[in-house]
């Protein structure tokens, strides 16, 4: 007997897959659109980095060169006292409005007239002075409120007024605070920045003046500070009977050793004084650095021009720019 046997469809299944060289491509694919994601993410995150450091280099910038404006448009100035009598007068300070160092002064704490300079190339120093009322300076919360220096401390009002013929009463015009500010740039743990000390109270009870016993910080990131400064080829007008039009004339713009090297007028006593008398203009130029190195710098360095427009770069990977800017010391020259 024979046995029926039942014969069924057989299934057939479709199995798919990828073959080596298939995969091969695919991960090649992946790694690449990988890569450019990757590069395309570096890239973008590294521009969004340096446009923050530009834009914080720019606002130091910017803040540093308003300081430097803000204390040279004071430069010289005096508050005039017109006597009774109505006549004509001079300020209370009359004396030379900046006195300039090239690298630097010997020692920033001797008297104005005594301030000498450093040999060698480096960052220039100033000092400015003007007569400090509470109009032109934040003056002091005490009883009496003082005008301050540059730092916020008070002067005290104890240098002789100027003012001739004096008012009346002659007590009218007594003595007035004179600020005599000295900038530099100073290091401190590393960091470059802007400084200042300036003329001070001498303690809480005393009555005299002194010049600040440190350099205290300004602003931070300034690395250089070159100066550059306009003469005339006389002292400025405020000292001079009949208008003179060359007290007004700026002829040439000069380093601090160029206007120290200048031949003296004799209009003045005291060769300094007639040498920094003529000085109408300061021409200020800002080296200012990154807070922070940027990130992935070209190992060439970070490209800048310097102060001399001459071209540098940096291979600690900060970003640096210079900054400047001319003031005309409006306090010494009189429009007649």
């Not at 890569?35 to 720019?58: I, K």
């Not at 404006?69 to 006597?83: D, F, N």
């Not at 000295?182 to 303690?203: D, F, H, I, W």
């Amino acid at each position: 007997m024979r046995t029926a046997r039942l014969f069924l469809p057989r299934l057939r299944r479709n199995v798919g897959g990828f073959t080596l060289l298939e995969l091969l491509i695919a991960m090649t694919i992946g790694l690449v659109i990988l890569a450019s994601s990757l590069s395309l993410y570096v890239a973008s995150s590294r521009g969004s980095q340096m446009s923050q450091v530009e834009t914080q280099l720019n606002e130091d910038g910017i803040l540093a060169l308003n300081l430097i404006q803000q204390q040279l448009k004071q430069a010289g100035y005096s508050r005039q006292i017109i006597p009774a009598s109505g006549a004509a007068v001079m300020g209370n300070y009359a004396g030379p409005a900046v006195r300039g160092c090239d690298g630097g002064f010997t020692d920033s704490s001797v008297a104005f007239g005594d301030l000498a300079c450093t040999t060698g190339a480096g960052s220039d120093a100033i000092a400015i002075r003007y007569e400090a009322t509470s109009d032109n300076t934040t003056p002091t919360n005490d009883a009496t409120p003082l005008a301050t220096n540059c730092v916020g401390n008070g002067i005290n009002p104890v240098t002789a007024s100027q003012v001739s013929p004096p008012p009346t009463p002659a007590s009218a015009a007594g003595s007035y605070a004179l600020a005599d500010n000295r900038y530099s740039v100073t290091n401190a743990n590393t960091q470059p920045m802007l400084s200042c000390r300036g003329s001070e109270k001498n303690g809480s009870s005393s009555t005299d003046n002194v010049i600040g016993t440190s350099w205290l910080p300004l602003l931070a990131n300034v690395e250089s500070m070159q100066i550059l400064y306009g003469v005339a080829s006389r002292p400025s007008a405020e000292l001079a009977a009949t208008y003179d039009p060359m007290r007004h004339q700026i002829i040439s713009y000069l380093s601090a050793s160029g206007v120290d090297a200048l031949t003296s007028t004799g209009v003045l006593p005291n060769v300094t004084e007639d040498r920094w008398g003529r000085v109408l203009s300061v021409r200020v130029c800002l080296l200012m650095r990154s807070d922070q190195p940027v990130k992935d710098a070209p190992t060439g360095g970070m490209a800048y021009k310097d102060c001399n427009n001459i071209d540098a770069s940096g291979t600690d990977g900060y970003l640096r720019r210079t900054y400047t800017t001319t003031v005309l010391l409006r306090n010494r020259v009189i429009v007649q």
